[in-house]
């Protein structure tokens, strides 16, 4: 009964930022984690940023590091992508997940199917 609405994608210059937000609702995310996917067109979806409970552990893809952040609100059952320095191969349909399973504080998920919840998707699109 957890639902999750993606907001925050459009089109962008490389070089620019976006926000991503993630609103759950119908149920409390405090005490799991929270992840962000991608799938480009023609790829597989693939973990960009995942986060823990209290926002203590994160882990980024490599090609993201230094570039995006992951964040959570528990008060607010939200998670949010900031994303800087955009460039071309970020494009993608953005997704946030949540796990509705328990891990040890510094322990994330990696793989989609360690993920309960799915929003719809919000388009990124950078420009060259």
């Known amino acids: 009964q957890v639902q999750l609405v993606e907001s925050g994608g459009g089109l962008v210059q490389a070089g620019g930022s976006l926000r991503l937000s993630c609103a759950a609702s119908?149920?409390?995310?405090?005490?799991?984690?929270m992840a962000w996917f991608r799938q480009a067109p023609g790829k597989e979806r693939e973990l960009v940023a995942a986060?823990?409970?209290?926002?203590?552990?994160?882990y980024y893809i490599d090609s993201v590091k230094g570039r995006f952040t992951v964040s959570r609100d528990n008060a607010l059952n939200s998670e949010y992508l900031q994303m800087s320095s955009l460039k071309p191969e970020d494009t993608a349909i953005y997704y946030c997940?949540?796990?509705?399973?328990?891990?040890?504080?510094?322990?994330?998920?990696?793989?989609?199917?360690?993920?309960?919840?799915w929003g719809q998707g919000t388009q990124v699109t950078v420009s060259s």
């Open positions: 997940a949540a796990s509705y399973r328990y891990y040890s504080g510094s322990s994330l998920p990696k793989d989609d199917n360690e993920y309960d919840y």
């Open positions: 119908g149920r409390s995310l405090v005490g799991f984690p």
């Open positions: 986060i823990n409970w209290n926002g203590g552990h994160t």
